[in-house]
C-alpha cells in the first residue's frame, strides 16, 4: 500500500478516507470472491443472485465476523481527534435530506404578483420563451429564465448529492421533484406508482433509486427520503446526538404522522413542502423544499417498511440486502468525509444503535419485500428486471394521453360549455388574414391582435354581471350593468398564450397575470408542466386561461388540472382561444364540464404532429418570428 503522507491539515483525514476506501475495496472483492466460490460453475449470475424473492434468506440475518471489526484498533494512530472533527465541519458542504431538491420555498423571494412559483427541472427550461415583440410590460413578472435564478437553490456543483433535485443521466435529464399532475384521457388523476426501497444505513438504498430513476427512462420522478422525517430533537437529545448517544435508529426517532401526510398528498398529486435535514447539526433547517407526485414515487429509508400504514402505500417493496461489513465500512467513509464525524463515534454509534437497529427493525422487515437486491446498486440485472416491471405498471396506468385525445369523441355534438363568437364577416376576414402563410409578420401580428381582443372582450362578457343604476351628465337615470368579479386573473399558457397578455391588460384594469410554461416532449409527443406561476390567492378569482391555439387539449387540461390543484373552482375557469380543433373542445369538455370554452373558431381536424388543420400553422413561431428556416 502506497500513501501520500504529504503534512497538511486534511492529512489525517485523508489517510483514514484512503484506509477505508482500501477497506471497501477489499470488502467489494471478498463479496465478489465469496459468490463465485458458492457457483463456481456458473456463466451467468442466477436468479437468486440476482433479485431474492421474499422467501430467500437475507446473507445479512447471518452473523458476519467482519461486522464485529474494530476500526480504531487497526488504525490506532488515525483515531480523530475533537480539532480534526472541527476542521472537517469547516470543509465539507453539510448534506440536507429532502433528496429531490426542487425550488425551495422562501417567502422572501418571491414577486409581487406571482405567489405561487414553481420551476420543474429548475437547471434548464426546453425552450426559453422568446421575447414577445410588443414592449416590455409593466407589470413586474419575469421571464422564467430571469426568476429561476432568484428562487431556486439547487445545488449548482456538479457533485451529486442527495439535495440535488436535477439527475443527469446518459440519457436524459430527469427531475425528482416530481410534477403536477397526472391524469388520464378522461381528465381524472392517475395515481402514482410507489416504490419503496429500505435496507440497512449504507446498504445503496440511495445508490439503487438513482440507478432505477436514471434506467427509467422517464422525466419526473419523485424521490422521497425517510431522512426528512427525523424529528426536532429537544436539549437534552441534542447533547446527546453530539456524544453519539440519541437514538437515530430507532422508530421513535422518525415522525410518522408527518411522513404519512406527505406520502399521502403526494399520492394525491398535492404540492408537499418538505423538511430539508441537517446530518451535520441533526436539525431540520428552516427551509423546506416543494415537491409534487408524479408517475413514479420512489421512497427510500431504514424503516421504510416499519409502519403499516406506510407499507399499505407502496405498490413495489425493495429490499437491498448489502453485507453488514460493507455497509459499516461505507458508513465510516460517508459519516467522517459527509456527516461531519469522527471514527470513534461512528464506531460507538455503529455498535451500540444502528447495528441492533438493523436486527431488531430492519433486518425481519426484510419479510414485506417482494424483491430482494442482493449487493445494491451494482447489481445491473435487478435493476433491470425492476425497471421493467415500473414499466409495464405505468403502461397499464394509461400514459399516452395525447394520442388518445386526438381520436377520442369523433363526430358527438359539441358541448354546451362551448362559446364560440359568431361568424361574422369581420370574424371571417379576420381568419384570413392570420391562416394566410404568405401575411407577412407584422400583419399577422396586427390581425392576430385585433382578433385576441375581440375574444377576451367575448368572454369577459360570459361573466356575471348585476344591476347598476348612474346618472348621466344630463341628470338621467341609467340603468346599467356591471361586472359581478372584481377578482379576475389572466393565466397564460407559455409562449403562444402569452400573445393574449396584452389585450386582458387592456380591457381589465390592474388584471393580475400568471403564466404556466408546458411544453410538448418531442420524443412522446406528450405535454409536460416546466414552470408555474400564480398568484397567491388565485383560488379566489375567475381565471381566464389562455392558448392562442387548442389541439387535442392536452395541454390546456394539464393547465386546468393545476388550477383545480391551487383550489381554482372549475366553474370559475375560462379557457380562451382563437382557435380550436373539434377534438380539443370535447376533451375539456368531457373532462371538466363546468369550465367555459371560449374561441373564435373551430377546425374539424388535427394532423399526426397535433397541428390543427386547415389550421393557422405554429401560433406562437409566426407572432414571434421563430419559424425554421430552410436550412435548420
Ligand atoms: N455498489 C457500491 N459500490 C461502492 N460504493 C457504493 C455502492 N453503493 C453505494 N455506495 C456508497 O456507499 C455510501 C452509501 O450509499 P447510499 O446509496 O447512500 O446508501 P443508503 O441510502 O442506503 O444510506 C455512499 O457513499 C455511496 O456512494
Ligand atoms: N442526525 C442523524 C440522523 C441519522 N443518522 C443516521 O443516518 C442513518 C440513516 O441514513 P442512511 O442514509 O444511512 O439510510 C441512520 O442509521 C442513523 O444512524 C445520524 O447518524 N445522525
Known sequence: MEFNLQVSLHAPVAILVT??????????????????????????????????PQNFRSSSSIPNELEHLNLSSIFPALRTTEGMAANLQTTFEPPSSASSASSISDSSDLGDVGQNEFFYGCHELPASPPQSPRPQSRTSIKSPRTARKRTTSVNLS?????????????????????????????GDYVRPFIIGICGGSASGKTTVATKIIEELDIHWVTLLSMDSFYKVLNEEQHKKSALNEYNFDHPDAFDFDLLLQTLQRLKDGKNVNVPVYNFVTHTRESKTKTMYGANVIIFEGILGFYNKEVLKMLDLKIFVDTDADVRLARRLQRDIVARGRDLDGVLKQYCTMVKPAFTHYIAPAMVHADIIVPRGGENEVAIALIVQHVHTQLQLRGFKVREQLALAYNGQPLPTSLFQLPETPQIKGLHTFIRNKDTPRDEFIFYSKRLIRLVIEY?????????????????????????????????????????????????????????????????????????????KDIK?????????????????????????????????????????????????????????????????????????????????????????????
Request: one cysteine or more; a neutral charge; hydrophobic letters at 40%.
Open 459 to 535: 368572454a369577459l362578457s360570459l361573466l356575471p354581471f348585476e344591476e347598476r343604476t348612474i346618472e348621466t351628465p344630463q341628470g338621467q337615470i341609467y340603468e346599467g350593468k356591471r361586472c359581478a368579479s372584481d377578482k379576475i386573473c389572466g393565466v397564460s399558457i407559455l409562449r403562444a398564450g402569452e400573445t393574449m397578455e396584452q389585450a386582458v391588460r387592456d380591457v381589465c384594469k390592474d388584471i393580475r397575470i400568471g403564466k404556466i410554461l408546458i411544453q410538448t416532449n418531442r420524443e412522446s409527443g406528450e405535454p409536460e408542466l416546466f414552470y408555474l406561476r400564480l398568484p
Open 540 to 632: 379566489d378569482y375567475k381565471v381566464i386561461l389562455m392558448d392562442a391555439t387548442v389541439a387535442t387539449g392536452a395541454a390546456a387540461m394539464m393547465a386546468i388540472r393545476v388550477l383545480l390543484d391551487h383550489d381554482v373552482p372549475e366553474e370559475n375557469i375560462l379557457v380562451v382561444s382563437l382557435l380550436m380543433a373539434e377534438s380539443g373542445v370535447h376533451t375539456i369538455a368531457y373532462a371538466f364540464p363546468q369550465v367555459r370554452i371560449v374561441t373564435s373558431a373551430i377546425d374539424p381536424e388535427i394532423n399526426e404532429k397535433f397541428y390543427v388543420l386547415p389550421g393557422i400553422g405554429n401560433f406562437g413561431d409566426r407572432y414571434f418570428g421563430t419559424e425554421p428556416t430552410d436550412s435548420s
Open 158 to 186: 456538479h457533485k451529486k448529492t442527495s439535495a440535488e433535485s436535477v439527475l443527469r443521466s446518459h440519457k436524459r435529464t430527469i427531475y425528482t421533484a416530481g410534477r403536477p399532475p397526472w391524469y388520464n384521457s378522461d
Open 19 to 52: 484506509l477505508v476506501n482500501k477497506l471497501i475495496d477489499f470488502l467489494n472483492l471478498a463479496t465478489k470472491s465469496a459468490n463465485q466460490v458458492s457457483m463456481p460453475r456458473r456463466r451467468c449470475p442466477s436468479v437468486a443472485d440476482v433479485v431474492r
